[in-house]
């Protein structure tokens, strides 16, 4: 994005410094920075930002952060500014019953550490509360691993179709990628807290891309924009 608006100024933020160092536009920076789950303060002055974006960090907040979080967001974004939060449901719908029982245990797991697994449909109601107006929420469902993207503009017969036309979404690529190294990264606390070997657990996950195929699997991604008022005076609406 930075490549594509050089006149805007881009600064991505992040606990880890995985982000490059030496290659990267020039309008674009990076600031480390890890929430203070205690007392949420943002790097920024007040007022200073035209848009934020924020995507899946659910996994890493507790439930009280949250509003505390979206408060700080209203304060640094400029009057007439916006916001954009995008977080995924924890489940996989359509999916096996021993998916099904990772998730129920990953549900159990998030209430044990005053998280709310279910944040992804709450994120406008933060915004109301905070002050935000011009409140939208929709979401998409994700294929994990199939589905297709026409290759050419020629028709395909309603009676065959012909796969040298087609190919899988590289989105649901990534998605089902996204996802199944989620998954692989919970390992150790599957295992752990469940009695489960570590190959019994690998096995199982190494099969889900081929599960997901068949079953028609797929994630939620939620989304929410909303406008901070130019006064004072303007009121939230959630839609």
Not at 65 to 84: A, C, N, S
Request: charged share 25%.
């Amino acid at each position: 994005m930075a490549t594509q608006f050089p006149q805007a100024h881009f600064i991505g933020v992040d606990k880890q410094a995985s982000f490059p160092h030496d290659i990267k536009p020039k309008n674009c920076h990076f600031k480390l920075f890890d929430i203070n789950q205690s007392m949420v303060k943002l790097p920024f002055l007040d007022q200073s930002v035209d848009y934020i974006f924020q995507r899946d960090l659910n996994w890493n907040l507790s439930e009280t952060t949250w509003l505390p979080l979206v408060k700080e967001f209203f304060r640094v974004l400029k009057p007439g500014g916006w916001i954009e939060l995008v977080e995924p449901d924890i489940e996989t719908h359509s999916a096996s019953s021993y998916e099904d029982f990772l998730t129920n245990k990953l549900i159990g797991a998030f209430q044990d550490r005053q998280q709310d697994p279910f944040i992804a449909k709450r994120l406008s109601s933060f915004m109301a509360v905070a002050g935000f107006r011009r409140i939208q929420s929709d979401f998409q469902s994700i294929p994990l691993g199939w589905g297709y993207q026409k290759l050419c503009t020629s028709a395909i017969s309603s009676t065959r179709k012909d796969h040298r036309l087609l190919r899988c979404s590289e989105f649901a690529r990534a998605a089902a990628s996204h996802r199944l190294d989620l998954l692989k990264s919970l390992q150790p606390w599957f295992t752990r807290e469940n009695n489960v070997s570590k190959a019994k657990y690998d096995n199982y996950i190494s099969q889900l891309p081929d599960e997901w195929y068949h079953a028609k699997s797929y994630t939620n991604w939620h989304r929410s924009t909303a406008q901070k008022p130019y006064t004072k005076h303007d009121t939230a609406i959630a839609v």
